[in-house]
């Protein structure tokens, strides 16, 4: 990392840290009016946006990205349609800050509140998601934050075109356009420096693949956040419905694979496994799932291919599923605790007392019944759009929306106490 590059890193999150001031004092109205200006010129800037998009696609599919990066990194007319109206239901969200936590009053009259504010300058360092960068970007400034990015080379021009409509919105609103920052065009250096700028960074949230969310994690000397890769698994208990069964398992897998909280593991109880493999791995493999499956899967379903031990620890984000054969619930907990990451893990039955006993015993972020894993999302929780589904038990966990991007402080209120 260069000097040069640093200190530049150093002066833009300087200029952040300045417009989070003034962020960070807007009422709600204000905020409110600021995320619908910001929806309105993602729409009026969606053809250079798409536009943008084009040429990091262009470059991806010479460069052989996989299928999966692709599809993370399209950014179309519908969807930059979609990421506006995300926008416009962060803003009708409520507003997060100022809201009264604790309240007392010392023996000698002094009055004590505990009450929520914004971090200040929340970074963020993610890969070919575009979709991140508003998303973060909206719940930031919702959140009185003001926000810095890096996005990756992959989607470079896209990630430039969005923010440029952003800036764009905070400068017509009368905000301080310095409250989005990006580091993008500094490359590596500028995301080392990003991770290193104690001080000026509040809090770092990566988002990623495993490799790189270990990366930030280690290498950064400001306060983390960590969101999880999702080897996500759903249990087949003896008592799943098969049409449960077969309907959540496709639509976990196959409704988009390369997000995390698609499952990777399906475990099925062996008293369940001649009734349920094989119609489930039908539906699977007729929607384009390959299936790496142990000998009693292959058994009773042939075109299933052989499962290594990588695969149990895999997170494919493609159109791959593990599959195995489990004695019983218990077999299925240990599996879990041995492989999971801790982001999302389901279980099908119709056994209530099974159904309370995985809900309590497995330890991960999301924990569900008779649901499919997709529904591990900000948006789908009601918080408009997330940051980031962390997978740490420290501040957050979960995904995250507007409560997790404020912190605290106490106010005391006395009239001339002083302490003996």
């Known amino acids: 990392m260069t000097t040069a590059v640093a200190s530049d890193v150093a002066d833009r999150l300087r200029s952040a840290k300045r417009a989070a001031r003034t962020i960070g004092l807007l009422d709600d109205a204000a905020k409110t009016r600021l995320l619908h200006g910001i929806s309105d010129e993602l729409l009026r800037q969606t053809p250079t946006i798409v536009a943008a998009n084009a040429e990091d696609l262009a470059r991806g599919d010479a460069e052989g990205i996989t299928a999966g990066l692709r599809d993370r990194l399209l950014l179309d007319a519908h969807r930059v349609s979609a990421l506006a109206d995300a926008v416009r239901d962060v803003a009708e969200l409520p507003d997060p800050?100022?809201?009264?936590?604790?309240?007392?009053?010392?023996?000698?009259?002094?009055?004590?509140?505990?009450?929520?504010?914004?971090?200040?300058?929340?970074?963020?360092?993610?890969?070919?998601?575009?979709?991140v960068t508003v998303d973060i970007a909206a719940l930031a400034l919702r959140s009185g934050n003001a926000v810095a990015l890096r996005g990756g080379s992959a989607a470079a021009a896209t990630n430039a075109a969005l923010i440029a409509a952003m800036r764009t919105a905070l400068d017509a609103a009368g905000v301080d356009a310095d409250g989005i920052q990006t580091v993008d065009d500094l490359g590596r250096d500028g995301a080392r420096a990003l991770m290193r700028a104690r001080g000026l960074v509040d809090v770092l949230v990566p988002r990623g693949s495993a490799q790189l969310i270990e990366t930030v994690v280690m290498e950064s000397t400001v306060p983390v956040i960590e969101t999880g890769a999702g080897v996500v698994h759903i249990v087949l208990d003896a008592t799943a419905p098969l049409d449960w069964a077969r309907d959540i398992v496709v639509n976990a897998k196959v409704q988009r694979p390369s997000v995390c909280n698609s499952v990777e593991t399906v475990l099925v109880v062996r008293e369940a496994a001649e009734r349920l493999v094989p119609p489930v791995s039908e539906a699977l493999s007729a929607a384009g799932v390959t299936i790496h499956g142990d000998d009693e899967v292959r058994r009773l379903f042939a075109q299933a291919e052989v499962a290594t031990e990588d695969d149990w620890a895999t997170e494919h984000m493609s159109l791959d599923i593990s599959m195995r054969v489990v004695d019983d619930l218990d077999e299925a907990l240990d599996h879990i605790r041995q492989y999971s990451t801790m982001h999302t893990e389901s279980i099908v039955t119709t056994d209530e007392a099974n159904a309370e006993r995985f809900l309590a015993e497995v330890d991960a972020a999301v924990v569900m019944s008779n649901a499919s894993t997709r529904f591990t999302d900000g948006g789908e929780f009601g918080f408009g759009a997330e940051v980031g589904i962390s997978t740490q038990k420290l501040h957050a966990r979960g995904p995250m929306g507007l409560p997790e991007l404020t912190s605290t402080k106490w106010l005391a209120r006395g009239a001339g106490q002083t302490r003996s």
């Open 97 to 131: 800050v100022g809201h009264v936590l604790d309240e007392r009053e010392l023996p000698n009259g002094v009055r004590l509140q505990k009450v929520t504010v914004p971090f200040g300058v929340v970074a963020s360092i993610y890969e070919a998601r575009p979709n």
